[in-house]
């Protein structure tokens, strides 16, 4: 009868073990996954604040922050930037995916909005 004390002890303390482990584990993965996706106050995420440059995630922060679609001119005067650099930057979120350009025929010029 002591031995099966002894058993019934040791494995309650597996138990606990394994449970805590597991919710460790749980609340890890949820904090992973927060981090990733976390959007800031200027509309990137962690992950874009890391991977993309200074002047992308000016352009796409303030695109997310307007929120409706921008001239490339607007952009252009916002940034402060001369538009063929814009543009170039542009073109570089577009093959992104992080932003999406369409001619606008009535204002010939593109239309700018971000993604996502």
Same mark, same amino acid.
């Given at each position: 009868m002591h031995n099966f004390h002894y058993l019934q /002890? /040791?494995?309650? /303390?597996?138990? !606990?073990?394994a449970i805590l482990g597991a919710v460790l @584990?749980? !609340?890890?993965f949820i904090i992973m996954i927060i981090r990733r996706y976390d959007i800031g106050s200027n509309g @990137?995420? %962690?992950l874009e604040k890391k991977s993309l440059p200074r002047e992308e995630q000016e352009i796409l922060s303030m695109l997310r922050q307007h929120g409706n679609s921008m001239l490339q001119t607007e952009v252009a005067d916002t940034i402060a930037g001369d538009l063929t650099y814009i543009v170039d930057i542009l073109? %570089?979120?577009e093959k992104k995916g992080k932003v999406q350009r369409r001619w606008d025929v009535d204002r010939s010029s593109y239309l700018v909005s971000a993604i996502g």
């Open positions: /002890s /040791s494995f309650n /303390s597996w138990k !606990i073990v @584990l749980f !609340i890890f @990137l995420t %962690g073109v %570089g979120l």
